[in-house]
Structure formats: C-alpha cells, structure tokens
C-alpha cells in the first residue's frame, strides 16, 4: 500500500487518526506501507504531519525521504528510505536484502551531494524551515483565496500541506474547452501561465496549482487565469440566462 503524505497532488495532510487505520489494514492484509514522505513537515494547517514510521509495530513501514522539497534543492536528487518494522517482518523475508541489493546497481547522487548530506541535515537552522513554511502559508491562503472569485474552477479542499492544490474543472461554465489538457494548452498560449492538467495524475478535468512560488507572480498567474476564463465564459451566462 503506498500513501504520500503530505500529499502531491491536493495538498492534504492525513491524521494520526487516518494513519493508524491505514497501518491496521495493512496489518489485516499482510502487506507493507510505502510511506512517501518528501513533503514531510512542510505543513501549515491545523493538522500535524505525523511519519508513518511510527505504526511500524503495526505493519512493516518503508519511509521514503529526500532533500529536495523541505530543504528546497530539487535538481540535487538525493533521497533515502528509512525502514520501521520492529517485528523484522521485512528482514526475515529478505525485502531488506532485495532491496539493499538494488541500491548496489542503482545510480548513486553525485558524490558531492552525498559528502553534504550530513552538514545540511546536522546544521540546517530551524529558522530555515519557518522561514519556508511561512511562505507557502501565505502563498496557500492566497491561492484559496482568489480561486473562490474564479467560477469556472472550484477548490473543494484548502490545501494544509506540500505546495499544490488540485481544483474542479466546470467545464459547463465555459465555451470552446473540451477538457482539462485542453484548457491547460489554451491558458498557456493565450496567458503565459502554466498549470498541470489533472489527466496526467489520473484525474481528469481537474488541474493542479502550485503556489510555491512568490506571492506578487501568484497574484498575476491567478489574475491572467480570471481574464482567461472572462474570456472563454459561455455567452448565454454573461446574459443572465
């Protein structure tokens, strides 16, 4: 069972509550959790990040984490898998071996970004990590906030966590636009801004917004999406009928 947490693409954030079910189904299923956890701890909600490491006495947990969005260094490539399972579980039926022995003829991270590793994880301040998290909880608020005068998209969740929102389609709203990756070519030619169509995740006419990016571009991505949807607005809704 594999779950992401905080999660890309919607930007929830899941419970201690939801975890520690997720772990009992597991357990009744005889299966492990692929916990993918690289947006861990980059949350600004109500809801605390909790690692599912922590249900490892559950059922066997592999935590996957990397350097490149809490510490903000995506082009460096460098992650780890952190293994939780106190019952040996994975041990005993040689998963750790399997996958000790893939590692051995993977692709390492450049060797440079290895010898970094334990300076950055060691002595990253923790004014570095607010400073960040104050950030995307700006740029989140105002991203929800302007979606809701956008009619033709709907966000039906605020986002608590990583640096994306997903957000409904209505395409009855609009004339011209068959679907989402539809919409995504047309707003990129006309507006300049570039969003992710919700099919390439498995979601279709739906489409992904990041907000990790400063809050004056933000307002005017969301501003040139407003005109753009202005535009391609069915004609008999302009008229009131």
Request: glycine share 8%; hydrophobic share 40%.
């Amino acid at each position: 069972m594999v779950i992401i947490n905080p999660n890309n693409p919607c930007g929830s954030v899941y419970t201690h509550e939801h975890l520690a079910k997720v772990a009992e189904v597991a357990r009744k299923l005889g299966i492990l959790v692929i916990a993918d956890e690289v947006y861990g701890n980059l949350v600004f909600g109500d809801t605390p990040f909790v690692p599912m490491g922590v249900f490892g006495h559950i059922a066997p947990v592999l935590s996957i984490g990397s350097l490149s969005k809490r510490w903000i260094v995506p082009g460096w490539r460098l992650g780890w898998v952190a293994v939780c399972d106190p019952n040996k579980i994975l041990l005993n039926t040689k998963i750790i071996a399997s996958i000790t022995n893939f590692l051995n003829i993977s692709t390492d991270p450049a060797t440079f970004v290895q010898g970094a590793l334990p300076h950055i994880l060691e002595n990253t301040k923790e004014d570095f990590f607010k400073r960040i998290i104050g950030l995307l909880a700006e740029t989140s608020e105002i991203c929800y906030r302007e979606i809701k005068d956008i009619k033709c998209i709907t966000c039906p969740h605020k986002p608590e966590g990583s640096m994306f929102v997903m957000v409904k389609l209505n395409l009855y709203l609009l004339e011209g636009i068959n679907d989402d990756i539809d919409f995504c070519c047309k707003l990129a030619k006309e507006e300049s801004v570039i969003l992710c169509p919700g099919s390439v995740l498995g979601m279709e006419n739906w489409i992904r917004i990041t907000f990790a990016i400063d809050s004056s571009s933000l307002l005017d991505g969301l501003e040139r999406i407003k005109s753009f949807c202005r535009r391609h607005k069915k004609k008999n809704l302009l008229n009131g009928h």
